[in-house]
Structure formats: C-alpha cells, structure tokens
C-alpha cells in the first residue's frame, strides 16, 4: 500500500455508522465480491458493540470497523473465505485470556465476540433502502434451529442456519429475499409465512428503533431458533437554525456523530448549501412558514439547534418547535437573553410551561469551558448525544454499571394464536 | 466571490484558535497590509471572549471570528481604514438595545464589545514565536493615560496609547519593539524601563498561564493607566498511547478543539505521522523509555489518553504517567480491566494512591451514550475539554452564574520598591 491509501484505509475505519451504511448502500449492485462484518454477540466487554458493521471488499479495504484494529487481519482472511464459498460464517473471536494467546495480548478487553460475516447481496437493500428513507428496519438472521432434544438438528421448522428476513417496524411487516435479489444462504428461500412475526414484531420493533442489535432466543411449536436481530434505526435528525459561520463546526460535528443534518437560514440566506458542505440538506425560510418551508415531520426524534443570533427569529423557531413537541430544542445565547423571551411569550400570551422547560436546554451545551467555534460546537454536539441517548453526561468514571446499557429484550414464548 | 472562497472563507471564519495564531506567525512577513482585530472587552455577553482574534488580508478575507458573523461586514471596513492611516484603532459596538439599532436585531447578545484593530508588524514575532515554541505570553496594549486629574492626559508617564509591550511569565521579561520590527502607534519606542513590570507581572502571568485577556486598571506615581493585557497560554498538550485506528478520531477532534496532540505507538508502530495527519508530532516507543523517546516534558499541562489495546503497554503508560504527576490520564477500557491493572500494580507494589485516583479517568470519556468511534472520540475529548477547563460537565442549563467564568485580576497599586 502507498502511504496516501494507508491514510484512505485509516480514515475509512473509523468513519462514521451512517456513512458505513451508505457505503452498504451503493455497494449493493457492485461485483459481489463484497463481504458484510456484522458483530453478533459480545461476552464481557468490547470495543464496539452487537451491530457494529464493516464492509470489506475483495482489495482488502474495509469501510467501518468492528475492533479497534486488533482483529482486521484475521477478518479479511475470513472474509476471504466467504467470499470463496459464497456461504455465511460466523466466526468466534475469544479475547478474555490476557495471558496465553495472541488475542488477549493485543486486545485485552476482555470479551468475546462473534461475528457474522456474509456476501453482500442486492437482497440487503431491503434494510439500506430503509435506512436512507428514514425508517427503521431489522435485520432478521437465523443462527441455530434445534428440535426439542437439544441434540436433535431435524425439525419441523421451515428455518434453517443462515435464513434471512427483513422486518419494517412501521408497516409491521416482513420482507423475505427471493432468488432475484442474489440470496446466498444454506436454507434456501423462506417466505413471510415461515417467519414466527406474532413472536418477533415486538423485540424487533424495540431494537430497530434504537438501533441496537441482539441475540433472541425463542421455542416456535417445539422448536428452539436462535434468531439475531440486528436493529438499524434511522439516523435521528437535528435541526440547526442559523446561517452564521459558527453553524459550520456544529454541523461537521453533527454529522461525524451519525446525525442528519439540516441547516435552517431566515430571510433569503444564501448558498447554505455550499456554506455548509457537512448537511446533509438545507432550507431557506421565513417566519411564519417554518413547519411548511422545512418538509419534515419535527417529532420526538428531532433535536433542534437555534442559533440564528437573532432575537426575533430564535423567538419564532423556538415556538414552532416547542409547539412540535421536539425532544430537544438547545437555543444558544445567555440566560438574561431567554428571560427576555419568555416576557415576550408571555405578552403574547404563549405561556412556557414546565414541559416546554425541560425540552429547552439554553444556555446551549454541556459546561466544557471552552471559547473557541469549535469548542462550542463540541459542547453542543455532546450535549445533543446526551440527551438523544438518555445520558446523565457526567464522567464515565461516576456511572455506575456499565458503559453501554444491555438491552435485554425477550420474545414472548407463548404468543397469542 | 465564487462558490469555492465561499466555502473557504466559511471554513476560516471556524477555524481552532490555534489556527489563527499560526496564521498570525505566518503573516508576520508578508505586506504589512495585514491588519489583526482582537476583542479587547465585552460588557454583557457576547458570542466570543476578550481575547479572541480574527486576521483580516487586504483582500476582505479573515482567519478567526470574534463574532458569530454579523459584525465581520463593519470589521472589514474598519479594517480598511486602520490599513490606511496605519494606526490602532478601538472601536465599540453596543449591541445591547434591541429594538432600535441594526446590531442589535442581528446578534441580541445583549453586550458591547470593544474591538482593537491594529496594523499587523513583525514585532508581533515576540508572541508568535512563545506561542509555537510553547511559551504562554502576554501582548500588553496600553488604552489610556491620565493624570491625578481625570480630566488632564499630560502627564509625565513615559507610556502612551497604543503602546505595546510582550511580557514572558517565564523569564519574567518584558521585549518591546523596536524601529526594526516595523512597530506602529502613536506613542513610538519605549523601553523595559517604561513599563510598571513589578505591577503587571502577576497578572499578566496569570492571564498568559489561563489563556485570558482582561483590561488592567493601575495607578503608577500618579499616572492612572489601561492596559489590555491579552494572555496567549502555549496550547495545552495531548499525549495519546496508542496505534489502533480508534486513535484517528481523537486526534482530528482533539486538534480541532486546540489540543497539540502527540501521538505515541509502541513497538514499532509504522506510518503513525501519515496515518495520523492531525497529530503535530508522533513517536514510536518502548517500555521503559518512554519518557526519553517523548522528548517533551509530562507535567499539570500534560493531558494523557492511554489506548493502546495491549494490557501490559497500557499499565506502562498508564505508571510513567502517574509517576510523572499528568492531571489527567484517561484510560480506555472497563472498569474490570483497571481492577486487574490494579492488582498488578499493588503485584509490583506500585500502589495506586488517592492522588493517582483522582488523576485517572476510567472508562475514559463522558457519558454521552454513544458507541461509534467518532461518538467515543467526542466524548473523550469533551471530557478532557471539562478537566483542563475545571469544569464539572453537566449540562449549562443546569449551571450557575455566567457560562464563562469572569476573571477578576488587579494590578496592586503600591508595589513594593
């Protein structure tokens, strides 16, 4: 390698979720050769968690990671392998022993993980499709079928190793991969039908809304499947209103943390785009017409940025959001300034209740203390991840627990007929 | 302009302080047509800190931002004028009324900020050169000069306005210009022995070592005097352990947020500079030589991130760190794997103290929720923006008084002789 792909193959490594998803995307209809890394399960901890992706391609080059670095080598080899076969591997990396192997040595961090690794086929558009709309999707893979005598591999199920289905939270429903999309795989074809929905929509719907993933053991008429769902969520929105240049820093930011990004101007602000190169859209409003002007729904998935620095547009882009219900509405200036505006919602007889209040983060960001653009912008920034993942954003050496919540999600054995 | 100086001038409305110092360096040769704006005070609050810099060319472009964008228009003009008579200027904007004014409705910042404009000339070298060669400095700018009486300006002080002097906290040392640098401003040459050095030592030396700027009221044998006293602290160094590609993130945002990072690979680690192209300087290492290979000073403005991924290197790191007395050592992993290092160390009866525990940071990073290298970076990072700030990180909302904590120094009046 020269030293500029050393640099290109670094750079992909640790680039953002969002972006290894795309990469997924627009490698769909590529050659392939294309090998999907997905970790599956960790014991113990880990650097990156269950979900955590990495595409590799048959150049050796891998965008996203799923180690710190430690581990590649040996995935591409197994990535090799894949590839050769055309078949699903699930491969055990065991790093809890610090003292006799190489593993333990290099990593020490005391987990094991397993990893997925599979042909990317056109079959997973189904999810990347998903992901790019803005809906959240599951992943559906079968790791083990067993028959009541845990010995017994022959059963009555229509799933096998290896079978796949996507599951559409919104729509409730399943999507299956039929022999057009390319489906690889030891079981062959299955079809809604197959799939045990009533048992999985519910674990399925909560892991594809946070987009965490999961091993989900569950008995369907006496047969025992262990089912991996790989929750994808759509990637949350912040909203920045605000053409100044310090809206530049917080949307690079935004956008290398996994969100999407619109950046909101007033009154004729010109070439936002440009400006802006970081968003991933952008509008140009006026008073009055925000919820129009903005073309997307501002729910509880929204965080909202206000720092057009004027008083008057802060004012009516706080309301219109406030209004929405957005989770998050983070406004940038002083506290004297926000005691002001209140006076002038209370004059127009807009009361800000106790809810409003706890959506309301102003002055802006966490207290890191820093001055500069980009130091305010990190504050924000870690703030917005803060309150989206539900964080008390104290040291991690206070938390108690650990560093990454388990989600425990069980499906229900005996669903309703 | 066309689209690409657009982006380009929004890039380098954003850029790190640091940045903006280098440009500084970097011009100190050029034309002379240079002209350097810096925030001298702010009554109320403002979107930036005394102290903050923009470098603005003849051809309207600006390196930095002491405002969020809406004065650069004004700034540009008086740029222009300064560059014409060649002589400093102080020019206030009052953005504190509302509802009457221009700037008022653009930035509601509810202050007034004072703002010098001086041609840029190579005697700003003095603070340049400490700067990268890791030396805090103070730019000492005298603003007025009065007599007993307030009403008379004769008066027999040696100093006038717009007078300039460098104070090294270190040598305790004053350099003024000189006819050689090209120096400017009405009050021509003065010497060492004009300045009350024995008054504004102290606080110069706390301003430089914080990295503020403050206007200094003192009284010298009658004579009432202001000097803006702009302390530039020598970037706040971090040292980051490790080779693994998580290490990318750390340094890009950790650069951005004014950092100068070194990155430190053990055992051979190759191609760290091109892998690393944010770090400013990379070293390859081994146990027990760190400290000589660094070739650098660990001290209380060292800041330590240990993630190596190796057990045994990060306990090295992690002890010559702590022996060496760095307030912050952030270690990456969990809280199981530092209990094992624990034993280890009591193993070698190296016990860890109550001063190392306060020292150490682990699991390294603030509690944001998020687990993509980008999102663990960010928090790294913002967690060590909040130690080297002394900041307890919650959210701003939540805290008292001002979000930039008001520096109150005085010079003592009556020093001793």
């Known amino acids: 390698m020269t030293e500029s792909q050393k640099t290109q193959t670094q750079r992909n490594w640790s680039v953002p979720e969002t972006e290894v998803v795309q990469r997924v995307h627009q490698r769909l209809e590529a050659d392939g050769s294309d090998v999907l890394a997905t970790i599956v399960d960790v014991d113990g901890n880990a650097y990156r968690r269950p979900g955590a992706k990495m595409l590799l391609d048959d150049a050796g080059d891998g965008v996203g990671s799923i180690t710190a670095g430690c ?38 961090c005391n987990g094991i993980i397993e990893v997925l690794l599979e042909p990317l086929t056109p079959s997973y558009r189904s999810a990347t499709d998903a992901f790019t709309e803005g809906r959240d999707v599951a992943v559906l893979t079968v790791l083990s079928v067993h028959g009541e005598d845990v010995d017994a591999s022959d059963t009555d199920s229509p799933l096998a190793y290896g079978d796949r289905a996507y599951y559409h939270p919104g729509e409730d429903r399943l999507s299956t991969p039929s022999d057009d999309d390319g489906a690889s795989g030891d079981g062959g074809e299955t079809t809604e039908a197959d799939w045990p929905i009533d048992v999985l929509s519910e674990p399925a719907s909560e892991l594809a809304g946070r987009g965490r993933a999961n091993v989900i053991d569950l008995e369907v008429d006496g047969t025992r499947l262990e089912v991996f769902v790989d929750g994808i969520a759509a990637p949350a929105e912040l909203v920045v209103f605000g053409s100044g240049h310090d809206v530049g820093p917080v949307t690079e930011l935004a956008s290398k943390n996994d969100f999407r990004v619109t950046v909101v101007g007033f009154r004729g602000a010109v070439d936002l785009a440009e400006r802006f190169p970081d968003a991933d859209r952008t509008v140009t409003t006026s008073p009055g017409t925000i919820e129009d002007d903005l073309e997307m729904g501002l729910d509880d998935r929204t965080y909202a940025v206000v720092m057009t620095h004027n008083f008057v547009d802060d004012r009516l882009a706080v309301e219109t959001l406030l209004d929405a219900g957005v989770p998050y509405v983070g406004l940038m200036g002083p506290h004297e300034r926000f005691e002001e505006m209140i006076e002038e919602f209370d004059a127009e007889e807009r009361t800000i209740t106790d809810d409003d209040r706890s959506s309301l983060y102003t002055p802006i960001g966490l207290d890191l203390g820093g001055g500069s653009p980009y130091q305010i912008a990190h504050s924000i920034v870690a703030e917005v991840l803060a309150v989206h993942n539900d964080r008390d954003p104290r040291h991690l050496r206070a938390r108690e627990g650990h560093i990454h919540d388990r989600i425990e999600v069980e499906a229900d054995p005996t669903p309703p007929k």
């Open 71 to 108: 581990l590649e080598d040996d995935i591409l080899r197994a990535a090799e392998s894949v590839r050769g076969t055309g078949q699903p591997e699930l491969v055990t990396y065991d790093l809890m022993d610090d003292d006799d192997d190489v593993w333990g040595l290099g990593v020490g």
